[in-house]
């Protein structure tokens, strides 16, 4: 199937989400390889995102946060005030959390400003997936609850006004399990943990569950649109990555779309 850079929604921006080692990247990888959305124009990471990289990934990060800094600065109060209610693990845990979401949000601006024409976004680790990290690296008891609503907001406000995708990406708990253990290069924090692993995964799954509830009920007031993507096979068929570009808003009319797609 081709589809022509002019049936595409030019300025949407579409960001993968899902528990760790679900696949997020391999499928997102896979999308960007295919002729028609190489032909899109399509923008996507602007450095890799395996540990491998890691250090040559620190200049451009730093350059990023250092050119978003006067769009945090206008809302330094509310983002403070955020930070304060939040019942972090430890400083150390909030300090990596929040800079990984300043650099997600300016990654974005700066893709979204990179051309004038409107090419899509896509990304295998956005805001939403930023979020995660922040309710990860915290504690929160009932006395004082992960501001997950709050964070939000304020994320959404700091996105660039684009129409909004949520690729959520799902797979069998085995399937999971098994892309975890043969992970080479840790990427999420999930990875590193080497002590209570189990009850990290049980965290994980249940911040996943909550976080995608919020989405959809965001979805249900017409502020973005979730698409659930199940990859349990080994393999992904070019049927089923053409499908899936047709599903998020690439190769049709977004207007003749339904609210909610799942592929």
């Known amino acids: 199937m081709t589809v022509a ?3 595409l929604e030019t300025d949407i921006y579409i960001e993968a989400f899902g528990r760790p080692a679900v696949g997020k990247s391999y499928v997102t990888e896979r999308l960007v390889k295919l002729p028609e959305v190489r032909r899109a124009g399509v923008l996507t990471e602007l450095f890799p995102v395996t540990k491998g990289h890691r250090l040559s990934r620190v200049p451009r990060k730093l350059w990023l946060i250092l050119r978003y800094l006067p769009t945090l600065l206008m809302r330094r109060r509310r983002i403070a005030a955020l930070v304060r209610s939040t019942p972090w693990m430890s400083a150390p845990a909030a300090g990596r959390a929040l800079l990984n979401w300043v650099q997600l949000l300016a990654m974005v601006q700066h893709l979204h ?21 922040l309710w990860f690296r915290a504690e929160p008891t009932v006395d004082r609850p992960f501001p997950l609503q709050e964070w939000i907001t304020l994320s959404l406000a700091l ?9 959520h990406v799902v797979a069998a708990p085995a399937a999971i399990r098994q ?4 992970r080479v290069h840790g990427q999420s924090v999930l990875d590193r943990r080497r002590h209570g692993f189990a009850s990290a995964q049980h965290c994980s799954a249940r911040i996943t569950e909550e976080i995608l509830t919020a989405l959809l009920s965001l979805e249900s007031e017409g502020q973005l649109r979730v698409v659930t993507f199940d990859n349990t096979a080994e393999e992904l068929t070019h ?6 570009v047709q599903v998020v808003g690439l190769g049709r009319d977004p207007s003749a779309a339904s609210p909610r797609g799942c592929v």
């Open 239 to 244: 049927e089923r990555l053409t499908s899936l």
């Open 113 to 133: 400003h990179l051309h004038r024409q409107g090419e899509p976004i896509l990304l295998c680790q956005g805001v939403f997936q930023a979020l995660w990290s």
């Open 5 to 7: 850079k002019s049936m």
């Open 159 to 167: 996105l660039p006004p684009r129409p909004i995708v949520v690729l």
């Open 179 to 182: 892309r975890q253990l043969d």
